[in-house]
């Protein structure tokens, strides 16, 4: 178990320890596995050296009623058994219409580093039979020529920083090839704004899941992906090295926006990313500045209580506490369930929170966001909140949860509190195509009807719907009753 200090004058805050759980959609082929589970075709959902976790789409047996019963957890490929043993099952929920149940290994464990192995070699077997040709069969003409100048930019690009360079030497002119790199920026954001447009127009007439989607997605990441490989937002976002996309990091790099890349091009690569991502950074002011405003409405009378789940990097708090003085006192709990963006934040947070003491109090938990939204043990000791916010949380989650997390945080909230939630837009230009088809990143993209939606289990709340700066996230606010 790991221990973080409660910034507070002396209390402890605990954060418990819990094997690193692995995505199973990360790996391609998972379709090819027949897994089993009580003789019932399941799915695996994600697993650790622990246990694992599976997902049964019928919905239709009584997973409640086997709870601490021991079961048998079969993994077949093809006509190979690759795992037959015991799980005793520890837990299960209903989520979206499924049944997710969490099993704990008993005795022999899967070899899960072979079965990826296997896995993997089953899949690179079959797309073996899916030339590219076949793809690109698929893939609308319109989106082919659009990939086509989209590459066409980037070399032009290219072309122009090394016909400037080649005419310097290296490090005597290594500032005046940084002047030329920003002589051409804004040209090609401009030519980039309009392609992304383009993209946006063509890929939203795609039916979602369906075989031309598919092979369009596929083929921009054999074609155009790996030309934006080289700018690290990029490249972070579709490598997933925490296994999931828009981790702390990538946050960090919206925040920095600074330059970054190996070459110039890489650097402007890097810049179309921040582009597309300056909507995190525009829904990090507003939140903000509504901690502002939350601190000098209720920071005199008493501490003003604030909660972030999903807290990432923590930026809009480092903002608020980089100020020369606090117009009030606070407590902040910022909740997340990567460990590595708790240190990370707890470690920018801790001279800015002793410099301000003992006005400003700093808690840190971590824990899954499923458990905090259905009352676990961090959402246990949130109540009588002034201000609650989740920016980046509600894209991944189906209408049902995220109304379900909405009315859980609004009964948290103290009388005239706010709860403030953002989402990615089902606007003209979104987010949409860079995001889902360049960086495999997925999200759901809502509009201004399904965003109201979400607080309809809310009683007497007054809800009011807003666009940040881009028009490209929606910014829901809550208000409880005073």
């Given amino acids: 178990m790991a221990r973080y200090e409660t ?15 692995r ?104 797309m073996t039979t899916r030339t590219p040709s076949l793809v690109s069969a698929q893939v609308p003409m319109a989106y082919r020529a659009l990939c086509s100048d989209v590459l066409q930019l980037l070399n032009w690009h290219r072309q122009q920083v090394e016909t400037f360079h080649r005419q310097f030497d290296d490090e005597a002119e290594e500032e005046a090839l940084e002047t030329a790199c920003q002589v051409i920026e804004q040209p090609v954001l401009e030519e980039w704004r309009q392609l992304w447009q383009r993209g946006e127009d063509i890929v939203r007439g795609l039916q979602p899941d ?71 950074a525009t829904r990090m002011v507003l939140v903000q500045q509504a901690i502002a405003a939350t601190i000098a409405e209720h920071g ?32 902040f709990t910022l909740i997340d369930q990567d460990l590595d963006a708790l240190d990370d934040t707890f470690t ?14 700093l808690e840190l938990l971590h824990e899954s966001f499923l458990r905090v939204v259905r009352g676990g043990m961090a959402g246990q ?35 005239g509190g706010l709860l403030i939630v953002g989402n990615m837009a089902d606007s003209k230009l979104s987010n949409f195509w860079p995001m889902e088809f360049i960086a495999d990143w997925r999200v759901k993209y809502r509009s201004r009807e399904e965003m109201t939606d979400m607080a309809v289990l809310c009683p007497n709340a007054s809800v009011e719907v807003r666009r940040e700066q881009t028009g490209r996230v929606w910014m829901l606010y809550v208000r409880k009753p005073a």
């Fill in 7 to 21: 910034l507070s004058g002396g209390r402890g805050g605990q954060i418990f320890f819990r094997p690193k759980r």
């Fill in 23 to 126: 995505n199973a959609d990360a790996r391609p082929g998972e379709d090819l596995l027949e897994v089993t589970l009580s003789g019932q075709p399941v799915r695996i959902n994600d697993y650790s050296l622990s246990g694992i976790s599976v997902i049964d789409p019928s919905s239709r047996f009584d997973w409640q009623g086997q709870i601490g019963r021991v079961a048998e957890l079969s993994i077949r490929l093809t006509e190979d058994t690759l795992f037959a043993g015991n799980v005793r099952l520890v837990r299960t929920q209903e989520l979206s219409g499924v049944s997710l149940i969490g099993c704990a290994f008993e005795g022999d464990m899967p070899d899960l580093s072979a079965i990826a192995i296997q896995q993997a070699q089953a899949h690179l077997e079959r």
């Fill in 210 to 280: 369906s075989a031309a989607f598919d092979a369009t997605k596929r083929y921009t990441e054999q074609v155009l992906t790996p030309a934006f490989m080289g700018g690290p937002i990029w490249e972070r976002s579709f490598s997933k090295p925490l296994d999931y996309p828009g981790d702390f990091e990538v946050m960090k790099m919206v925040y920095d926006w600074a330059r970054k890349g190996a070459t110039p091009t890489d650097r402007m690569v890097h810049r179309i990313g921040l582009e597309v991502a300056e909507c995190i």
């Fill in 300 to 331: 005199n009378a008493g501490p003003a209580r604030i909660t972030s789940l999903g807290c990432g990097p923590a930026k809009e708090v480092e903002n608020v506490l980089s100020a020369s003085r606090m117009s009030g006192s606070a407590v």
């Fill in 348 to 361: 920018r947070l801790t001279p800015k929170v002793r410099r301000l003491s003992p006005h400003v109090q």
């Fill in 381 to 415: 000791s949130i109540k009588g909140q002034h201000l609650i916010y989740t920016v980046g949380l509600v894209d991944y989650l189906s209408a049902s949860m995220a109304r379900s997390m909405v009315f859980r945080l609004y009964k948290k909230l103290a009388p």
